[in-house]
């Protein structure tokens, strides 16, 4: 089955440094991924979605210069919290959606606990 | 705007018996819809989908839900419940245009010894 992968799982960082998360697909080329938020006890949020080779698109609200996205392969995209606080500390999930099914759809990583200092 | 609502917050059921979340969503054409499940801090696992055909739809884990037009429905069943199945749950759209998938606010299940 289609497997994402996500690193680092967990990372804890200082109030004003930057972090980046990796999303990888293992077994499929993904030219969109997704990147959600998830704050505890609630649900997922879209932030962004990561086109390869082009720009990614922010939902209302979210600011693309705080969230850098890059997505510079086919199963590459990276998600970078620049100048983090406190108020970053969340749960970052991404989504690679597999163009080759049958039907697109979306493959989920596990995960990323953000925690800012 | 297309939207997913998962009616209740918070469901204790007794292990052994049986599982109705409910999920509704608003009007719009093809409704693409999921069920996903959350165990804490980990990212989410595909329990069915629902894209055209036969309206019950079963999935993993001895689950299955049903595709209701008239109600705008999409509910999520179980006969027997496991103490393993204690998680978040959440019903998802997906939006017409670019595959955006849209989350209902999830129902957190609790299983009863």
């Known amino acids: 089955g289609a497997v994402v992968s996500q690193h680092p799982s967990r990372v804890i960082c200082k109030s004003g440094t930057s972090v980046k998360i990796e999303c990888r697909s293992l077994?499929?080329?993904?030219?969109?991924m997704f990147w959600y938020r998830q704050f505890p006890k609630q649900s997922l949020m879209l932030m962004a979605t990561?086109?390869?080779?082009?720009?990614?698109?922010?939902e209302q609200g979210v600011e693309k210069d705080k969230f850098l996205i890059n997505h510079a392969s086919l199963t590459l995209s990276t998600l970078t919290v620049t100048s983090a606080h406190p108020e970053d500390s969340s749960f970052y999930i991404c989504?690679?959606?597999?163009?080759?099914?049958?039907?697109?759809?979306?493959?989920f990583g596990p995960g990323t606990r953000l925690t800012v200092l | 705007a297309q939207s997913v609502t998962q009616p209740d917050i918070h469901i204790t059921v007794s292990e052994g018996a049986s599982l109705e979340l409910r999920c509704n969503y608003s009007?719009?054409?093809?409704?693409?819809l999921f069920w996903y499940v959350q165990s804490p801090g980990q990212g989410l696992q595909l329990l069915l989908k629902?894209?055209?055909?036969?309206?019950l739809v079963q999935g993993i884990k001895g689950f299955e839900a049903e595709f209701k037009r008239s109600q705008s429905s999409f509910n999520l069943r179980k006969p027997s419940v496991h103490w393993s199945d204690a998680a978040e749950y959440f019903c998802?759209?997906?939006?017409?245009?670019?595959?955006?998938?849209?989350f209902g606010q999830g129902t957190e299940l609790s299983v009863k010894p």
């Open positions: 990561s086109n390869e080779g082009s720009k990614a698109t922010y």
């Open positions: 998802a759209r997906r939006w017409n245009q670019g595959g955006k998938l849209i």
């Open positions: 077994d499929f080329q993904a030219t969109t």
């Open positions: 629902y894209f055209s055909g036969d309206t």
């Open positions: 009007y719009g054409a093809t409704p693409y």
């Open positions: 989504s690679a959606r597999d163009e080759g099914g049958a039907y697109n759809e979306q493959f």
